[in-house]
Nanobody, 124 residues
Framework: QVQLVESGGGLVQAGGSLRLSCAAS????????MGWFRQAPGKEREFVAG????????DYADSAKGRFTISRDNRAKMVYLRMNSLRPEDTAVYYC?????????????????WGQGTQVTVSS
C-alpha cells in the first residue's frame, strides 16, 4: 500500500527555519518525481518544490527560490524540504506528493500520491 507521511511542521517565528520530512512507502520509490506543495486557508494548493528521481534535477516556485531546498534519499525512501528565512506568508499545510511522470511538474493534478500534510505556521 502506497503511503506518504509528512513530519517536521510546527510553529516558528519569522526568519526561522524548519525541515520537513516525508517518509514514503512506495515500490520503486527511486523512479518517482517527488514534490512538495502547500495550501493556505482559502487558497488553492500550490507547488513549492520538486525533485527528479536522480535528485540532481530540482525545481522551485519563485517564492521558494533561495530559501527552500528539496532533497531526497532514495535508499531511505525519504524526501526533505529545508525551509530557511521563513515568512508569515509561508504559513500553510505542506504536502508531500509522488508523481510517475518523468519530468518535474508544478501541477498538482500530475501527482499520483499524496500525504496527509503537516502544518507550518510562521508568526510575525
Amino acid at each position: 500500500q502506497v503511503q506518504l507521511v509528512e513530519s517536521g511542521g510546527g510553529l516558528v517565528q519569522a526568519g526561522g527555519s524548519l525541515r520537513l520530512s516525508c517518509a514514503a512507502s512506495i515500490p520503486r520509490f527511486e523512479s518517482y518525481v517527488m514534490g512538495w506543495f502547500r495550501q493556505a486557508p482559502g487558497k488553492e494548493r500550490e507547488f513549492v518544490a520538486g525533485a527528479h528521481w536522480t535528485g540532481r534535477r530540482t525545481d522551485y516556485a519563485d517564492s521558494a527560490k533561495g530559501r527552500f531546498t528539496i532533497s531526497r534519499d532514495n535508499r531511505a525512501k525519504m524526501v526533505y524540504l529545508r525551509m530557511n528565512s521563513l515568512r508569515p506568508e509561508d504559513t500553510a499545510v505542506y504536502y508531500c506528493a509522488a508523481s510517475r511522470a518523468t519530468v518535474i511538474s508544478t501541477a498538482a493534478a500530475n501527482y499520483d500520491y499524496w500525504g496527509q500534510g503537516t502544518q507550518v505556521t510562521v508568526s510575525s
